[in-house]
């Protein structure tokens, strides 16, 4: 699998990453066992998977730690704390005593006694400040003891589909890697963030890159026709009846799954894909797609035109994979 450089952190790591969250958290949100997780986990290991990242809020930082037993030296930890209390009212935001007890708790979960990158986790663009003010302070005093290594930010792209708080974050230096939503439905980082990212040396991981309904083609043509109600398509950039119907590659359709972790891979700017799953042949199936060559330029001109507008959250229905 192809490496690459993590930005200003110096760190090696594959292309893909794997995800422990999302909809399967590596098969324990599909009722799979701790034994069948640990399994995928190590797979990923297999396949030359050297980046796995997790948050406390997963429930998946134990099942990493018991399979990197032995391995810890072969992989980039990113894990995470969720700055918002959850449940809290009102609502309130960790303090920073809060945030040392998340880190050590992961560590202790992880069983490591460092972090290679953590996450503060989707903070809203109203939550930025407090987090440089209260929380920064804080982080930098745990790398200081040598529990943490770098720092990263992750956006709420469900509802902050055009970057607001990362806008603000890439412009302080304080972030080493930032964790972004991203997919051929809703392009708008490619502009509004990767210049700056790539100029300051801020390493991007992408989120989202199959979800929104990447996985099934009917969600997929769902999706278009609302966006094309909503005046974000152009009605006459597409058919209707099979709206993707351009990817093609020689005389092979091309997945629909596969083009949209290829499209997010060659992106200018992104460094690191994300892939999440609980199933050893997905997982394959995504390794495979992320390490392909880039997709045909007529192919990628085409998914850059009729996505060109999207600036909207377009809902995330992706089917759950078991």
């Known amino acids: 699998m192809d490496e ?33 997780s640990v399994a995928v986990v190590k797979a990923a290991l297999d396949a030359g998977v050297t980046m796995i990242d997790t948050a406390s809020a997963y429930g998946t930082e134990d099942i990493v730690g018991e399979a990197l037993l032995g391995r810890r030296g072969q992989v980039v930890i990113s894990t995470k704390a969720t700055v918002a209390i959850r449940g809290a009212n009102p609502p309130s935001d960790i303090t920073p005593a809060m945030l040392r007890s998340s880190v050590e708790a992961s560590l202790g979960k992880l069983r490591t006694d460092y972090i290679d990158v953590f996450h503060l986790h989707a903070v809203a663009a109203s939550q930025y400040g407090y987090c440089v003010d209260a929380l920064v302070p804080e982080l930098d005093r745990l790398r200081t003891e040598g529990k943490i290594r770098f720092f990263g930010i992750t956006e709420r792209f469900n509802s902050d589909t055009t ?18 939503g991203y997919n051929f439905l809703n392009q708008t980082a490619a502009t509004s963030l990767f210049p700056t990212t790539r100029q300051r040396g801020i390493a991007t991981l ?5 979800r929104w309904g990447l996985i099934d083609a009917e969600n997929a043509k769902t999706l278009i026709a609302d966006l094309v109600e909503r005046g974000e398509i152009d009605q006459q ?3 209707p009846a099979d709206p993707l119907g351009f990817l093609i590659e020689g005389d092979r359709r091309i997945p629909l799954t596969e083009a949209a972790y290829r499209f997010c891979r060659y992106t200018p700017g992104l460094d690191v894909v994300m892939t999440g799953t ?3 042949k997905h997982l ?5 797609a992320i390490s392909m060559p880039p997709l045909p330029d007529a192919v990628e001109e085409t998914l850059r035109k009729i996505f060109r507008r999207v600036t909207s959250a377009t809902g995330d229905v992706a089917t759950k994979v078991s």
């Open 206 to 210: 992408c989120m989202f890159a199959v």
């Open 284 to 288: 394959e199936e995504n390794i495979a």
């Open 278 to 280: 609980g199933n050893r």
């Open 4 to 36: 690459v450089v993590l930005g200003r952190t110096g760190l090696r790591v594959s292309v893909a990453c794997l995800g422990a969250g999302g909809h399967s958290r590596l098969g324990a949100g599909t009722g799979k066992s701790t034994e069948e």
């Open 237 to 239: 950039d597409i058919d």
């Open 163 to 180: 970057h607001e708080m990362l806008k603000r974050a890439i412009q302080d230096d304080v972030w080493d890697v930032v964790m972004v």
